[in-house]
């Protein structure tokens, strides 16, 4: 609105109008990432990923061994963070757990995003796709996520299937108007009416010109949701329907330890650090990704 | 007349800090005087530091800004030293201020009386009545009609010029020594922009506010200010009474930007005078005058030593050093150059009554046609230029033209076959015959490709050659655009208002179109610009044998890049005729109303009808 | 405003149908069958079978679907299958237990989601910024089953100022129903007034980067007065929205602290109905639940349109 204008004050020009020493511009991504704040986001949430992947050479149990000492504190010879109430390792239950949360997520949460986004070109095609795509979104977020999540488990039946639908399902709405608003902002620019002009198809003008611009809050919502998907993977095993015991994973193991909290608060104290380490580096990854993209 | 000094601004330097944590000085040892109710202007281009300096006054810098040095003494006390308290009753009660756009600068939420109403309060009216009373007297003295019942309205429900009329009078609320209007008319319509710098003179006289404004428009100078300060590169080049100023121009910038600015009076077909080269980087800004590098006259000792701002005669300084010692006029600029082309050809785009009505969400912008009955056509190596004010239906005639909207009703023929609906095969090969230039270059390219994309993409959807013919193509274009072909590899954000037309230009090139419809492509440019990006444009006409359509508010360069004329008025075209005919013998009075209305760089005492105009208002 | 809210009406309306489909369809989906968990392992054929044509589910299921809606319409609820009692009972007890906690979790979100956005965007103490990112970086990044029995063990067991577990409904004895309520409701109000706060904060800074507050500042209005009356009312209306979608997570979230804090409210009653195949209960209360979130969302956009002249006055 201001731009035509803007051009003519002298009010001071952002540095990024004028020529830089540097020829080619880096990507915002770029620049995002390598700031303090991201760099210990990312070294926080690389040091849990690893540790999962890693987790059958670093762990010296099985996650569901029974050593027969219960609730043993951190330092116990071989085991390093103590047992559980059950007499299993518990280093080995984080490092597992970690294991089970990540290959949930990480099917959950871009399955969900996908899905999304995949209704929101469906409604960028045609006003009536766009109100029917509109009132699914609707329907969706009107369910209350833990209610549908016992709904679910009580047709599937606990296990990893249930969780993964509903976290999919809770992110199925936020991509998809996410995505939807981005694409109906870009649309109006001009960038795109020139892209058409210049003899650009439907498809071409939308994969070329439109996505690329509306991309950037979904990329700094896929790390938000992976820290949601984290907490509903942890209220449903804490309710009692998430994966099925005695698999671990990080929220079963920290549900587990709620009980013994006052009398052994080492039990919850490695799962707990984890967790929130996880979520930690995940919300410094995306408010770093956020400034960069806002400026 | 006891002229009295009412603020004194000493040395004045300014820096920002780029986010890479470099300096950018974008004021630099800035000195003058404002007498009290004195109408001063502050002109120059992008990048000259004129905003810089008026937001420095009252400490208004954004961001990063700060003063690095100087004074800023109203009547004796230093502002570039005071505190928050001080500034605050500085501010609205001693320096009122009205920004740029008039669209942004009102508070959405809150009423044009509540505006009114919050200054009043800040500086100490307690009483709520008398508050209301004065609001509706300051609405009344600006000129929003039926002030009671407006002064409850919100902004949305004001056009753009009575936006202003209420900005302006919120800045005199408090009833200010100093009214600092920072481009106030820049966002506006010419007839608009002639109210508003009326009023503002009325006011100017009647309450004694010294003005002083801040614009890149020499015309609005003319029409507004007594005296004139230029700045360029961040410094002060030339200060004088702007009579003296516009016809005797001493620094060879102020020169350059006045023979850079279209006449009126110019006949159709002459080139327009640019000063080559583009402003300064402030961030690589050494010693020596910072116009050197584009300066005519540029003499060694020039890109040795900062020229200080020198007296030369009587009440005008120049920061040149040649110029002290020049007794002779600077050398006129070179007389207008003829544009070479070959005359029309036969017909290329004919329209006839092409309507369009815009499918608003609300019931407000219902019903109203953006175009409502448009018939012109077009010639081979014809330039049609279309001139009109904001919502007149221009920027939707050129997107109806391009095909980037369909028109409602009436019929578009290229070369005399029908494509109003073409077939989405038809719409492609009309595609490749008519293309577009826009008016933004900051919005018309997309951020996230590199100038070589962007220039191949119409390559790529019209199937144009393979990847390396299309490299060569790209080189080729950007060339023909006057661009480097090195430049392929980077992205929009690091260049310049004019350079990214060019790649603009360069891009509506890329599959050989014989239509080329510029919507607007000279607004947003400076004028020491526009002149390079229409001459590259009439070039391109005479070398590519392009019919052209040349959209513009500025009659003036319409008039002389223009064969045929055509005036538009709420979607309909009012007057058309070859350019000369419309500008000397206008027939609609819309058309007078125009060019009545357009600013130009001439002193008041050389234009008969203005002195009518003051002397009726004394 | 009126034709605002009229356009607003069908497509809530809408969603609600869909719904109450949505709903009937996955209880049907739920395997195992009602009537025989209500006869017991040990009955015979024919006692399922009566017990079937007695609930009405030997109907098919469209004219099962028709039925419930009937009788919703009607207003009778019917009896429950398996829980015992009326329905309606049982959903009006679970409703009143989670309004309390929501509402009160909402005021909490309120205060200190306000409290946050202001001091993050506005504090000059670098100590308090510190503090209030601190502060809202935890409560994200605690999940809140931690943060619920990490309330209880500083509260109720460390300093035993405020009990555990359980609620004391709130007309009979109000102080007594607010140290009840307490602990539950801010766990269930931690991080929805992160969210809020940090969003508030972003649109306080981005107001506060708007032209027209350069041009208030130009005209001396004191800084407290750009924040609370120029600032803050345009950065209210996406507040509301989100605020809007919180009460949703707010419902959602209920469903574990109520089971951390004994909490006898819907969300309990949905566990113990699915548990117990009780169609009627689990209908009607997932259907009131997404009822009570259209209602909001319509709220939400009722408070936007007068929020912002531009929409009150289209």
């Not at chain 1, 795509?133 to 009580?154: E, K, N």
């Not at chain 1, 984890?274 to 990854?285: C, D, E, N, P």
């Not at chain 2, 360069?557 to 005729?577: L, P």
């Not at chain 3, 809020?196 to 800084?223: F, Q, S, V």
Request: charged residues 20%; proline residues 7%; hydrophobic residues 45%.
């Amino acid at each position: 609105m201001t731009q035509t204008t803007d051009l003519l004050t002298a009010a001071p020009p952002p540095a990024a109008r004028k020529p830089r020493a540097t020829p080619r511009s880096r990507h915002p991504y770029r620049t995002a990432l390598s700031t303090a704040r991201a760099r210990t986001g990312l070294v926080l949430v690389g040091l849990v990923v690893l540790a999962g992947l890693l987790a059958p050479l670093l762990a010296g149990h099985g996650p569901t061994d029974q050593s027969g000492q219960s609730l043993a504190g951190p330092g116990t010879p071989g085991h390093l963070l103590g047992t559980d109430d059950l007499g299993r390792d518990l280093l080995s239950r984080v490092l597992y757990g970690i294991r089970t949360d990540l290959g949930i997520i990480a099917v959950a949460v871009p399955a969900g995003a996908a899905l999304g986004c995949l209704l929101a070109l469906v409604a960028a095609a045609h006003p009536v796709a766009d109100t029917v795509v509109q009132r699914v979104f609707d329907l969706l977020l009107a369910f209350p996520g833990l209610i549908l999540a016992l709904a679910v488990t009580a047709i599937l039946g606990p296990g990893r299937i249930p969780v993964v639908l509903v976290i999919a399902l809770a992110e199925v709405p936020v991509f998809g108007r996410l995505l939807r608003g981005g694409v109906l902002v870009q649309r109006e620019r001009e960038y795109v009416t020139a892209a058409r002009v210049g003899g650009g198809s439907g498809s071409r003008v939308l994969v070329r010109h439109i996505l690329p611009n509306a991309a950037d809050p979904l990329v700094v919502q896929i790390a938000v949701s992976l820290t949601v998907a984290v907490f509903i993977e942890g209220a449903m095993s804490f309710l009692g329907v998430g994966v099925r015991p005695p698999q671990p994973t990080l929220g079963a193991v920290l549900s587990q330890s709620m009980p013994y909290l006052a009398q052994a608060p080492q039990f919850a104290a490695g799962p707990l650090i984890t967790v929130t380490a996880l979520v930690l580096g995940l919300s410094l990854i995306a408010e770093a990704l956020n400034r960069e993209i806002r400026r | 007349m006891t002229a009295q000094e009412l603020l004194e601004v000493r040395d004045l330097g300014v820096e920002f800090t780029a986010p890479d944590g470099s300096p950018l000085r974008a004021v630099r040892g800035v000195s003058f005087t404002l007498r009290r109710g004195e109408t001063l202007a502050v002109v120059g281009e992008s990048g000259s530091g004129k905003s810089t300096t008026a937001l420095a006054l009252n400490r208004m810098l954004p961001g990063t800004g700060h003063i690095t040095g100087g004074t800023v003494r109203l009547e004796g006390r230093d502002l570039a030293t005071a505190d928050d308290a001080e500034l605050r009753a500085v501010r609205g009660a001693r320096i009122g201020m009205v920004f740029q756009d008039p669209m942004t600068a009102l508070n959405p939420v809150l009423t044009a009386g509540r505006h009114i109403d919050e200054v009043l309060r800040a500086h100490g009216n307690r009483d709520k009545a008398a508050r209301r009373a004065r609001t509706v007297e300051l609405l009344d003295r600006v000129g929003i009609p039926d002030p009671h019942r407006r002064a409850d309205d919100y902004p949305h429900q004001f056009s753009g010029g009575q936006r202003q009329r209420i900005l302006i009078a919120t800045a005199l609320a408090a009833e200010p020594d100093i009214l600092l209007a920072d481009e106030p008319t820049t966002a506006l319509d010419a007839t608009v922009q002639d109210q508003i710098l009326t009023l503002l003179g009325d006011l100017n006289r009647e309450t004694g506010t010294a003005l002083v404004l801040i614009t890149h428009n020499m015309g609005v100078v003319a029409r507004a200010c007594e005296r004139v300060l230029v700045m360029y590169g961040g410094t002060v080049v030339e200060d004088g009474p702007t009579a003296e100023v516009l016809t005797r121009p001493r620094h060879p910038y102020t020169a350059g930007l006045l023979a850079a600015v279209p006449r009126l009076a110019t006949p159709s077909g002459t080139r327009l005078t640019g000063i080559p080269g583009s402003p300064p980087d402030l961030t690589l800004l050494g010693d020596g005058c910072a116009f050197a590098d584009r300066c005519t006259l540029v003499e060694d000792r020039c890109r040795n030593a900062t020229p200080p701002l020198a007296r030369v005669t009587g009440d005008v300084r120049v920061a040149c050093l040649p110029a002290a010692g020049r007794t002779e006029p600077l050398p006129a600029p070179a007389p207008p150059a003829r544009i070479d082309r070959p005359a029309p050809g036969a017909v290329v785009l004919e329209a006839d009554g092409l309507t369009k009505t815009y499918g608003g969400r609300g019931a407000r912008k219902r019903g109203v046609p953006a175009l409502d009955g448009v018939s012109l056509t077009l010639a081979e190596g014809e330039t049609l230029g279309i001139v009109g004010e904001s919502g007149s239906g221009k920027s939707t005639l050129a997107r109806v033209l391009a095909h980037a909207h369909t028109a409602d009703g009436g019929t578009l023929r290229l070369r005399g076959e029908d494509v109003t609906r073409p077939s989405r095969r038809a719409l492609h090969a009309v595609r490749r015959q008519v293309q577009m230039v826009f008016q933004d270059p900051y919005a018309s390219l997309n951020p996230r490709m590199t100038v070589g994309e962007i220039v191949a993409e119409p390559l790529i959807a019209f199937g144009i050659g393979d990847r390396d013919a299309r490299r060569e193509r790209v080189a080729e274009l950007l060339v023909l655009a006057g661009l480097d072909p090195a430049v392929a590899g980077r992205h929009p954000r690091s260049f310049s208002g004019g350079q990214r037309q060019r790649i603009g230009i360069a891009r509506a090139l890329a599959p050989a179109p014989s239509v080329l419809i510029c919507d607007e492509p000279v607004s947003a440019l400076d004028v020491s610009v526009q002149a390079q990006i229409v001459g590259l444009l009439t070039d391109l006409q005479r070398d590519l044998g392009l019919s052209l359509v040349f959209i513009a508010h500025d009659l003036a360069v319409v008039r002389q890049v223009s064969h045929r004329i055509a005036v538009m008025h709420r979607g309909r075209i009012v007057e058309t005729g070859t350019a000369d005919e419309v500008c000397d013998r206008p027939r609609d009075p819309y058309t007078r109303a125009l060019l009545a209305a357009a600013p130009e760089p001439v002193p008041p005492a050389a234009r008969p009808e203005r002195v009518e105009k003051t002397r009726a208002l004394a | 405003m009126r034709s605002y809210l009229l356009r607003r009406l069908p497509s809530a309306l809408l969603v609600l149908v869909a719904a109450s489909f949505v709903i009937f369809t996955i209880l049907r989906l739920v395997p195992g069958d009602p009537a025989t968990a209500l006869a017991g392992p040990d009955a015979d054929a024919a006692t399922v079978a009566a017990i079937r044509e007695r609930l009405g589910l030997d109907a098919p299921l469209l004219s099962q679907y028709a039925h419930w809606i009937g009788s919703l319409l009607k207003g009778d609820l019917g009896p429950s299958y398996a829980i015992g009692g009326q329905t309606a009972d049982l959903i009006g007890d679970g409703l009143g237990a989670t309004t309390e906690l929501t509402v009160a979790a909402l005021l909490f979100v309120i205060v200190l989601g306000t409290a946050f956005g202001v001091l993050g965007a506005t504090s000059r103490s670098r100590w308090l910024t510190g503090a209030v990112r601190v502060v809202t970086t935890a409560a994200l990044a605690v999940p809140p089953f931690v943060s619920g029995v990490l309330l209880v063990l500083v509260f109720a067991v460390a300093l035993p100022v405020l009990p555990p577990g359980g609620r004391v409904a709130f007309l009979t004895a109000p102080d007594l129903a607010a140290q009840y309520l307490v602990l539950p409701a801010l766990c269930l109000a931690l991080p929805s007034a992160a969210v809020l706060g940090r969003y508030l904060k972003d649109g306080i800074e981005r107001g506060l980067a708007e032209d027209y507050i350069r041009t208030a500042t130009a005209a001396g209005i004191p800084p407290r007065r750009l924040l609370w009356r120029h600032t803050l009312p345009n950065a209210l209306p996406p507040v509301v929205t989100l605020l809007g979608m919180q009460v949703g997570n707010l419902l959602g979230g209920a469903v574990l602290v109520e089971a951390i804090f004994a909490w006898p409210g819907l969300g309990q009653l949905a566990e113990q109905g699915l548990q117990r195949r009780d169609y009627p209960v689990v209908q009607d209360l997932l259907l009131l639940l997404v009822a009570v979130f259209v209602l909001v969302q319509l709220l939400t956009d009722l408070v936007y349109a007068w929020l912002d002249p531009r929409i009150r006055w289209e």
